[in-house]
């Protein structure tokens, strides 16, 4: 496998460790937002795409209950815990790039941090496009760059540290890889969309310790691929906890995460 693989990896065993150390910290604040921008729109049918272990997902049945919701993603492990923890959406494996489903389908296309990860962006917002009703709306969220979110930036310091010749680059190119909003916004625009919004968002995250979203890094996502490819797991985790709470502080830390949201209208 090569570092880039690696470094899109996401393994069967990584969705209950993405659930337990990562989803409180820098997920679920963005989904209460999202899903209160979703319920605006009173949507009767939403697609979910790139939902994860589902905190959207949750976020969007209470905030819209009475709309269908479809919940999609690209890992059928994410599927399955995703499943089990938001029983109210119906559940499908879909890649975004090409969606099992018929055209004009939905109301609403949301997708909370997942479209950094589709390889041809215009080709998924072009499959969104098509699925989504006359007057449907596409809602998604992007992170910042890599330096305006604390908890990642503090990450990635301690993979430098562990690594110095040959750091895993997860961070800096995928999930903030598409940073740029108006990038975004011409990639929306290209598939057919006329962007209705776009804005700045930054929140703050909480975490029990520095240590806790390191190991939500190095076993819950494609960055334990990139480490494990690289060698000694202890050593690595060693150096990543210290580097982090050097930079965050011992105990419970907080930290300010910067994302864009965008809307595009149909
Ligand atoms: C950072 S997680 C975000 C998950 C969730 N939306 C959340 O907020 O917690 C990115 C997700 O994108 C999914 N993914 C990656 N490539 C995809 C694709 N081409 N189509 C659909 N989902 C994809 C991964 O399986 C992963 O669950």
Excluded: K
């Amino acid at each position: 496998m090569t570092g880039s693989d690696a470094d899109r990896r996401w393994a069967e065993s990584m969705p209950a460790a993405y659930e337990q150390y990562l989803v409180p910290v820098l997920f679920r604040p963005f989904a209460a937002d999202l899903a209160a921008r979703a319920a605006v729109l009173r949507p009767g049918r939403i697609l979910e795409l790139a939902a994860g272990t589902g905190v959207l997902t949750s976020a969007l049945l209470e905030a819209v209950p009475t709309a269908e919701v479809t919940a999609t993603d690209l890992n059928e492990a994410m599927v399955a815990f995703g499943a089990a923890r938001a029983p109210g959406a119906v559940w499908r494996r879909a890649d975004a790039q090409r969606l099992p489903f018929p055209d004009a389908a939905f109301d609403l296309v949301v997708c909370q941090f997942g479209v950094m990860f589709f390889p041809d962006r215009i080709a998924a917002f072009t499959e969104v496009r098509r699925v989504l009703a006359s007057g449907g709306r596409f809602l998604f969220s992007t992170w910042g760059p890599l330096p305006a979110h604390g908890f990642d930036a503090a990450v990635q310091a301690g993979l430098e540290r562990a690594f110095p010749a040959d750091p895993p680059q997860f961070l800096p190119t995928v999930p903030h890889g598409y940073s740029d909003p108006a990038l975004a916004a011409a990639d929306l625009r290209a598939a057919g969309f006329a962007v209705e919004d776009e804005l700045e968002l930054t929140l703050e995250g909480r975490a029990a310790s520095a240590a806790d979203v390191a190991t939500g890094f190095l076993t819950g996502t494609p960055v334990r691929a990139a480490v494990e490819e690289r060698g000694d797991g202890p050593a690595v985790r060693a150096a990543v906890i210290e580097e982090m709470t050097r930079l965050l502080g011992p105990g419970p830390v907080t930290a300010p995460m910067t994302a864009y949201v965008l809307r595009g209208a149909v």
